[in-house]
C-alpha cells in the first residue's frame, strides 16, 4: 500500500471539507500538508484497507 492513490483518492475531499470550515486558502494548505505527512508516516499501522477513509 502506498500513498500516492490513497492522497489522489481523498484529497479533494479534505480540501472541500477544510475550506468549509477555515477561512484561510494559506491555512487549509497547511493542514493538508500536515495531513498528508501524518498519513504517510502512519500509513504501515493501518491493518484493513477499508479503515483508510476513516
Do not use: C, G, R
Not at 490513497?6 to 493538508?32: C, E, M, R, T
Request: aromatic share 8%; glycine share 0%.
Amino acid at each position: 500500500m502506498t500513498i500516492e492513490p490513497i492522497w489522489q483518492a481523498y484529497k479533494n475531499q479534505l480540501k472541500a471539507f477544510l475550506h468549509a470550515n477555515i477561512s484561510n486558502p494559506a491555512d487549509v494548505d497547511d493542514l493538508l500538508q500536515e495531513i498528508l505527512l501524518k498519513s504517510y508516516l502512519n500509513l504501515q499501522t493501518i491493518k484493513d484497507s477499508a479503515s483508510i477513509k476513516s
